[in-house]
T-cell receptor, first 109, second 116 residues
């Protein structure tokens, strides 16, 4: 079956760096997405990886290893506003998104 | 660009009534839109894929007669929750892609439905 695993919750300190991991198993693969979702709001798109390697976008970077079925989202210089849930989603061979349950990130001063 | 507008943001209705939620792509055309439901502290669950000019494709376990989807134009899809019950209370979110099938999904702001 198709499956996405990511930690349920993580805690980090303001100004620090945090890495949120995601492993996936899908029927075929057409890319890995990361979304940010603040409480009570809809998700917003952060990044998309389809090739192996690191994609950097400001304070956020996303990494993909297709052979390992593994991705991570790296957040640098954490700010209080980064407190949110981070959703990992893999696109299968039918271009359907398989969603993880999300990682709730708590930022402490 | 790639703005998806969803209306209303929240709605409270009585049990047994019907509620319509609109989803519009404001600056692009969307032949396909997706309707999700999210219960508190749970992940997004795809309910159905809305196809312009044709019938929606529903996920397993989603009642098509209860959740009516209409995608009459390239910029508008509607979800009607018919005969709503308290267990239908949830956060409903629509989304669409502005590019080809590989592009990221852009989400509306969601509709918080409370059925009393």
């Amino acid at each position: 079956g198709q499956n996405i695993d990511q930690p349920t919750e993580m805690t980090a300190t303001e100004g620090a760096i945090v890495q949120i991991n995601c492993t996936y198993q899908t029927s075929g693969f057409n890319g890995l997405f990361w979304y940010q979702q603040h409480a009570g709001e809809a998700p917003t798109f952060l990044s998309y990886n389809v090739l192996d390697g690191l994609e950097e976008k400001g304070r956020f970077s996303s990494f993909l290893s297709r052979s390992k079925g593994y991705s991570y989202l790296l957040l640098k210089e954490l700010q209080m506003k980064d407190s949110a849930s981070y959703l990992c989603a893999a696109m299968d061979s039918n271009y359907q998104l398989i969603w993880g349950a999300g990682t709730k990130l708590i930022i402490k001063p | 660009g790639a703005v998806v507008s969803q209306h209303p943001s929240w709605v409270i209705c009585k049990s047994g009534t019907s509620v319509k939620i609109e989803c519009r792509s404001l600056d692009f055309q969307a032949t396909t839109m997706f309707w999700y439901r999210q219960f508190p502290k749970q992940s997004l669950m795809l309910m159905a894929t809305s196809n312009e000019g044709s019938k929606a494709t529903y996920e397993q376990g989603v009642e098509k007669d209860k959740f009516l989807i209409n995608h009459a134009s390239l910029t508008l899809s509607t979800l009607t929750v018919t005969s709503a019950h308290p267990e239908d209370s949830s956060f409903y979110i629509c989304s669409a892609r502005d590019e080809d099938r590989w592009g990221p999904l852009h989400f509306g702001n969601g509709t918080r439905l409370t059925v009393t």
